[in-house]
């Protein structure tokens, strides 16, 4: 769901900055093909219905309905074209910086950075489905 951010950040849109800096790497795919962990087997459908349930040996693909979700950030992760059933959603760049509700399907890291990045009143798991990792 994430990939990098290109455009322009709303807070600064239409304002002169000065030593602005940056940072690009070539390519990280090299690295993360021999140290991080991808599903090993085919996704099945699990009675999960809460964060705690969740384990660290399995990933997953969540349904998940959030209310009254809004960004802590100038930058917002939830790309709006991602979402079904929003409501008074408030946009920036196709990007949901608040909602009333929405629902999003997403892997278990986007659900983990989500939970960090914005500030919600309900999250409710809707549908889980499961896979075993594997190191690469």
Same mark, same amino acid.
């Given at each position: 769901m @994430?990939?990098?951010?290109?455009?322009?950040?709303w807070?600064?849109?239409?304002?002169? @900055?000065?030593?602005?800096?940056?940072? !690009?790497f070539?390519s990280?795919?090299?690295?993360?093909?021999?140290?991080?962990?991808?599903?090993?087997?085919?996704?099945?459908?699990?009675?999960?219905?809460?964060?705690?349930?969740?384990?660290d040996?399995?990933?997953?693909?969540?349904?998940?309905r959030?209310?009254?979700?809004?960004?802590?950030?100038?930058? !917002?992760?939830?790309?709006?074209s991602?979402? &079904?059933?929003?409501?008074?959603g408030?946009?920036?760049? $196709? &990007?949901?910086v608040?909602?009333?509700?929405l629902e999003?399907?997403l892997?278990?890291?986007?659900?983990y950075?989500?939970?960090?990045?914005?500030? &919600?009143k309900?999250?409710?798991? &809707?549908? @889980?489905? $499961?896979? @075993?990792?594997?190191?690469?």
């Amino acid at each position: 769901m @994430l990939g990098g951010f290109t455009h322009a950040n709303w807070f600064f849109t239409s304002k002169v @900055l000065k030593n602005v800096d940056s940072y !690009d790497f070539t390519s990280s795919y090299p690295f993360v093909m021999v140290s991080e962990k991808y599903p090993m087997s085919a996704f099945k459908k699990c009675n999960i219905k809460n964060k705690k349930q969740m384990i660290d040996k399995n990933a997953y693909i969540l349904v998940v309905r959030f209310t009254d979700i809004k960004s802590k950030y100038y930058n !917002d992760f939830i790309s709006y074209s991602k979402c &079904r059933n929003i409501e008074k959603g408030v946009y920036d760049n $196709g &990007r949901v910086v608040s909602a009333k509700s929405l629902e999003i399907t997403l892997t278990d890291i986007d659900f983990y950075i989500i939970l960090k990045a914005y500030t &919600r009143k309900i999250w409710d798991i &809707r549908k @889980l489905f $499961g896979s @075993l990792w594997v190191f690469a």
